[in-house]
């Protein structure tokens, strides 16, 4: 587990230095493209810091707006208070998460946060009405193993990155017409003209990266969540009956969205797994099968 938190640290470290790559020369792209001359590059970098220094410090703040979360209390939501205080012991970890609630029918969960000390675990309205004590124990035993493993500090800054890249492709398919023919008249020689070029092909190319970056983080990690998981719990049939359960429940998660789906411990749009058979190469989460076939195997 130790090796899997310095490996987390450090993919974090080359994520964000290459976000501020890309957004660098993707906003340059668009400032050259709008007659700012040679003002963009410094317009550049100042957006692309700012951006991923606000990503890292806030994206917790951001990913639980988008969710529409609410803190939860120890009047209405004490069930899932002891099972966190209890499960404090055997994680190991020293500051407790702070819990939040999403007022919604679908069971689902997540953990986010840049580190455990300022990391939260949230869990849906339907998951605490589904499960019994066994099994959301089970559930938030994966997501402090998530945060453990400094897997919410990769998954938060992520998704928020990618939803950046999203808000600039979007800028860009709205001003290209506009601006292409000022575009044309410049001179694209020298540094501006290849800067200019990896700038286009970044923007162009941007939201398919993102998308298999998130891919990657998001799958690999579920199986080693549930397996740490079960180390804490000590019952890795909690979490199996949990998983059954969430990956049978049919209701909509309406605050979903597609930046932080990779984050809920199972994907949140469950329509779009009416076809499993070719949605699993593109699916943010592992086959629910294949994860709970893995934790039978612990026994």
Known sequence: MFETTKKNKRESAFIISLFIIVITLIVYYICYSLDFGPISIIIALVFSITSAWGS????????????????????????IVNILDSLMITSGLTVKPKLYI????????FATGRNPENSV?????????MLDYYELEGVI??????????????????????????????????????????KNNKDSNGGNGIFMLIGF?????????????????????EFLADTTAAEFTRNPD???????????????????????ASMYIVNPFKKNEK??????????????????EALRNLK
């Not at 806030?58 to 209390?73: G, Q």
């Not at 999403?102 to 969960?109: C, G």
């Not at 950046?164 to 492709?169: E, H, Q, R, T």
């Not at 909690?238 to 932080?260: F, V, Y």
């Open 102 to 109: 999403i007022d919604s029918t679908q069971a689902n969960a």
């Open 141 to 182: 035993a994966h997501e402090l193993s998530h945060i453990k493993n400094y897997d919410i500090r990769l998954n938060c800054i992520v998704s928020v990155m990618v939803g950046f890249v999203i808000i600039l492709s979007d800028m860009f398919s709205r001003m290209l017409f506009r601006s292409s023919s000022r």
């Open 238 to 260: 909690g979490l199996i009956s949990a998983l059954e359960k969430l990956e049978n429940d049919r209701n909509e998660l309406d605050s979903a969205n597609k930046t932080t």
């Open 275 to 292: 076809n499993k058979k070719n949605s699993d190469l593109w699916s943010t989460h592992p086959n629910t099968q294949d994860r709970i």
């Open 56 to 79: 890292y410090y806030f994206s917790d703040r951001i990913v639980l707006s988008l969710n529409n979360a609410r803190p939860a209390t120890k009047e209405e939501d004490l069930k």
């Open 121 to 129: 675990i949230c869990l849906t309205k339907g998951l605490l009405e």
């Open 201 to 221: 092909i970044l923007l162009i190319l941007s939201p398919i990266f993102t998308t298999l970056m998130k891919l990657a983080l998001s799958r690999k990690r």
